[in-house]
């Protein structure tokens, strides 16, 4: 691991040399005060991709140990094609078994229409209402690397801003990675709002209190390898004491159950009280991150299906939900077949 200074009069500023000298991927490992201002202290990008490559191996090797356990089913005469879009898209456990036994006294259409008022009824929707009424809601963005949490924050807060005329505040605990800072300044800058970066603790404590006037604070967080518990030890204690804090855990739709699954347990610290599945559009094997939603009681409460800011964002409803799975099942089914 090779580690650089970086030495400023102010954060912001240490932030941009940074970024000049070692591109938006480098690492901050941490932050210090000096006589005349911060030091940085930066890991260069190469041995930060060689920890992500050996961490998405593991997870890779993990997701195969699961495929091979799958467990096989009987189908039921004429319900095969509902069946093969279950499990094309990777609908498993509780969710499938719901969606066979309504269809199971249908066929055709009828069968297909029953599966998805199972589904819908079975995914749990986080409420639109705050848990803490009376003041500003804080909602933290968590989830492992790469999984477009700054992203997601920026379509949020658009959303709020421009439809619901929200006064929103953003503020980014990801001092970890030199352009994550800068890409989340430019978001509130274009959205006339306010913005704090926050390196400890106590700066997440004092950021929060600072937009009291507010309607929404967006938390922005580093992401972290959910193998990675000391990581994400440390993370959940970044934001312990944020008061009316909600977390919201963030996992793409590629994922696969068993990663999907290490995800949650491991994110388990921060007690996340709801979901966000992102890149909806980027795969047709969704079912995983729907499934794990679902066995651990985790309800959803937004889905991202592109890039688009801060269009390609909506909030989840068990009707959506159902609709991503079944299209993305026959979509799947059916570039199955042709490869056949």
């Not at 901050?28 to 041995?47: C, D, M």
């Not at 739709?253 to 347990?265: G, K, L, Q």
Request: hydrophobic share 45%.
């Amino acid at each position: 691991m090779r580690l650089r200074s970086i030495f400023a009069p102010s954060a912001r500023e240490a932030i941009l040399r940074a970024r000049e000298a070692f591109g938006d991927d480098a690492r901050i490992l941490t932050t210090r005060g000096t006589p005349n201002g911060v030091e940085l202290i930066i890991v260069e990008e190469g041995a930060a991709r060689r920890e992500a490559e050996v961490s998405n191996l593991r997870g890779e090797v993990r997701a195969l140990r699961g495929r091979l356990a799958e467990t096989k089913y009987t189908v039921p005469a004429g319900l095969e094609e509902l069946s093969d879009r279950l499990d094309a898209c990777g609908i498993a456990g509780g969710l499938r078994e719901s969606a066979m036994r309504a269809a199971l006294p249908h066929r055709g259409i009828l069968a297909f229409d029953a599966a998805a008022n199972a589904l819908a009824r079975s995914i749990q929707i986080l409420p639109a209402k705050p848990r803490h009424p009376g003041g500003p809601r804080v909602l933290a963005i968590v989830g492992p690397t790469g999984v477009g949490k700054t992203t997601t924050i920026a379509k949020l807060a658009g959303r709020l801003v421009h439809d619901s005329r929200r006064r929103v505040a953003l503020v980014t605990l990801d001092t970890y990675r030199v352009g994550a800072v800068e890409q989340l300044r430019a978001y509130a800058d274009l959205l006339n709002s306010q913005f704090e970066v926050a390196f400890t603790p106590a700066d997440a404590v004092r950021a929060v209190d600072k937009f009291k006037d507010c309607d929404v604070v967006l938390l922005d967080t580093t992401g972290r390898s959910p193998l990675d518990e000391p990581r994400v030890a440390e993370l959940a204690a970044t934001v312990r004491h944020v008061d009316r804090l909600e977390v919201l855990l963030t996992i793409p739709a590629a994922i696969s159950h068993d990663a999907a699954r290490v995800a949650i347990e491991q994110f388990s610290p921060m007690n996340p009280t709801g979901m966000i599945i992102t890149k909806l559009d980027e795969t047709r094997h969704v079912g995983p991150a729907f499934c794990a939603a679902h066995e651990r009681n985790l309800p959803l409460a937004f889905l991202c299906n592109g890039q688009e800011v801060p269009g390609d964002l909506e909030r989840a409803s068990g009707e959506r939900a159902a609709k991503w799975i079944l299209s993305a099942g026959a979509a799947a089914a059916h570039a199955a077949a042709a490869a056949i």
